[in-house]
Structures are given as C-alpha cells and as structure tokens.
C-alpha cells in the first residue's frame, strides 16, 4: 500500500511531564548515556508509548526545537527505541554523532531538508529536527500504522511554537515520495541487512526492522553477498529524490570489509566516504547471531564480528566523528580478534558479549 501527504505540523498541545526523581538521579542516567523511561503504557494492539528524555538520548545538555520529554509511540511493528542501553540504540549512539558532525560540514541550509528512509517510530527525525536543523522532513516505512504512528510523534513531540512541513508515504524504500514534488538535501537510512526466510512473514512481529524479501531488482553478487542489497536499492531509488547537492547517509553494521561500502556505492553511482566510524553490541544476539552463522554456512560472507570487550577497548576515549579517516587502521587493528558469524555465535553461547563495527557512509551521486 502507498500513499503520500503533506502537511504542516505544530508543536503538540499536551502539557510537559512531570520530572520524576532526584536531579541527581537524572546526572546519574546522563552519565550512563541511558534514559530514563519513566512510563510506558499500552497502545492498540500492544504496542506501547515510550518516555524519552531528549536531551539524555542526544547526548546534548538542552534541546531547542523539540520537546524535552518525548513521548513516542512504538506500534507493534516499529523497531523500538533501545532506550533502557544507549549503548544499543542506533540513534543515539550512531545517528546523532552523525547528524551534528554533517550540520558542522554541511551548514544550516544544506541540512535543511531530511528524509528517513524507513523512518520506524520517527525518533532518527527528531534527532533531525533537534541536531540538523532540519525543516521539512519526509518519512518513509512499509506499513500504514508505522508511518501514521512515526507522523504523530514526530508532530507531538516538537517544541511548542516549532513547525516542521512533514512528507509521509508507506512503501517501498523512496518510492513514497516519488513524483511528490519534493528533494531532500539529506536521505537517511538503517534498513534491514537479513534475507526474510521464505516461511517467515515480513508483516509479522517486528521482522521488518531486521529482515527483508528477496528483491525483483538486479544488484551486483558481491552485495548480496555481504547481504548490503537494501542499502543498495536505498542509494538507487535515492537519486529520483536527492537534491543536486545531496547526500545519502547510511548506517550501516558493518560486518564485512570495509571496501564492500565503498564499492556498493560505486556500483550504485555514489563516490562515498567514511562520515563516522565506531562500534555496537549486536542487538539481539540470541535471535540474529544464528541466522548470521546459517548464512554463513551457505556461503555468505565471512561476516566480522568481535567481542565486545576488544572493540570497547580500542574504541575507548576515541570520538567516532572524529575516526571516518583511521577507519582502515583501526579495521586492520582489530584483525586479530576477528570472529566469523559461527564463532561468534558460539562464543556468545560460552557467555561472552559480540558487537561489530559501525559505519556512517556519506555518499553522493557521482558527477
Ligand atoms: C532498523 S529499523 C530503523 C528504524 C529507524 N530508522 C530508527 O533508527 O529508529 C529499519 C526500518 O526500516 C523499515 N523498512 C524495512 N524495509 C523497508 C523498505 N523496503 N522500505 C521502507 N522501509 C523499510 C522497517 O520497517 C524499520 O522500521
């Protein structure tokens, strides 16, 4: 299904929450880079509402444009904010390092138009809002409840006085927003890396935040291989709605050599570079680590993992804005802990904590 609209939206009229706890409790979970959620409650269909404290989840002291306590509605088949560990979190620990370092290059009016690219609960368009600057944003997911609930929170959650024109469409990758009559200067993405297995429903659960279809579109081998073919249509579809001076900005777990990015935005028409560069725990390990190593066993990859204390070791005290240059040193560092996906989901069978690397790829149509 797919439709588009475009509307103007203000800041929600609910009144702010209250604070709840000590101001030494809230330093306390700053310093810990969490959030607190102070309360959840049921939405239809199980889903639930989320309290997130802006500032806290953006790692900034204040925010201004939008409101200090979100609330955000995470239907049940949205990806949920991984609010209780930051450390998880893809907005919070890869997008909004990313977002302030491209505003820094950028300027104000370069990122002034921001498209999300399967948009989830639409909290990676509020980080826009708040660290790009961002005026007008287009959202994009599969599924009509996922882009009406990523709508609603992005709206009630602005500072009061804000407005923001919103593009919303439920389909495929960017063709929502196709023949729209809108560009964006940045498109955003986090899409799925997994092969759906052909039993499994992509309606189902939460299988769309990990997992996609086979694809009708041609790709070349070695990005299937390195199972990158998502993000691959995204930077295809991505040139009908890029503005001439536009980027596409993908994160990305990087569990294959880093030359398979750059190469997969070659052979989609981008020159590309490394915008920031860092680490993460797998998230759901126990559920995804398996279907990397079966993968693997029928010839993907070999996909890279690393325990998770080597990578906090060579990541310690480093600003992962800072590191898109000392990628391939640091890649070349971690060599030797390297583990392939049936290794690391045997290791983390044994008790030990798994995580990849991380890359922020900036890519560009080439001239
Ligand atoms: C890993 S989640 C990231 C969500 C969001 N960007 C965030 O960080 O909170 C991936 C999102 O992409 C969406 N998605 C998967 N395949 C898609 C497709 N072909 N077109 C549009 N969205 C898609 C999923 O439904 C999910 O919301």
């Not at 989320?50 to 002291?61: F, T």
Request: glycine share 8%; with cysteine.
């Amino acid at each position: 299904m797919q439709r588009t609209r475009r509307s103007e939206g203000f800041a929600g009229s609910s009144k702010p929450f209250k604070t709840q706890g000590s101001a030494r409790k809230r330093r306390r979970l700053r310093d810990r880079r969490k959030t607190e959620v102070t309360r959840t409650e049921s939405v239809a269909g199980d889903g639930e509402t989320l309290e997130i404290v802006a500032a806290d989840y953006l790692g900034l002291p204040s925010v201004t444009r939008v409101a200090p306590r979100w609330r955000i509605e995470v239907v049940p088949r949205a990806p949920r904010p991984d609010v209780e560990d930051l450390e998880r979190d893809w907005v919070a620990t890869v997008a909004a390092p990313a977002f302030r370092l491209l505003r820094a290059e950028r300027g104000d009016a370069a990122c002034r138009r921001f498209l999300a690219l399967g948009a989830g609960p639409g909290v990676d368009a509020l980080a826009a809002l708040e660290l790009l600057g961002a005026s007008e944003i287009g959202l994009t997911d599969l599924f009509e409840d996922v882009v009406a609930a990523a709508e609603r929170n992005v709206r009630r959650n602005l500072r009061q006085g804000e407005q923001v024109v919103l593009h919303a469409g439920a389909g495929d990758l960017a063709e929502p927003l196709r023949g729209a009559g809108v560009v964006f200067d940045i498109v955003y993405e986090n899409l799925p890396s997994l092969p759906l297995a052909a039993s499994a429903s992509l309606a189902a659960g939460r299988n769309a935040a990990a997992f996609f279809p086979p694809r009708p579109e041609p790709a070349p081998a070695f990005v299937a291989n390195w199972l990158l073919t998502l993000h691959y249509l995204a930077l295809v579809q991505s040139r009908a709605i890029l503005a001439p001076d536009g980027a596409v900005v993908g994160a990305i777990g990087a569990r294959m050599p880093l030359g398979a990015l750059s190469d997969m935005a070659e052979a989609a028409g981008y020159s590309s570079r490394i915008l920031t560069y860092g680490w993460k725990a797998q998230t759901d390990p126990q559920a995804l680590l398996p279907v990397y190593a079966e993968l693997h066993e029928r010839g993907f990859g070999p996909f890279r993992f690393y325990p998770a204390g080597r990578l906090e070791e060579i990541f310690a005290g480093r600003d992962r804005a800072k590191l898109g240059r000392d990628a391939t040193a640091i890649e070349r560092a971690l060599d030797a802990d390297r583990l392939d996906a049936v290794a690391a989901w045997r290791e983390f069978q044994r008790g030990m904590r798994i995580g990849h690397v991380v890359v922020v790829l900036h890519a560009t149509v080439r001239a």
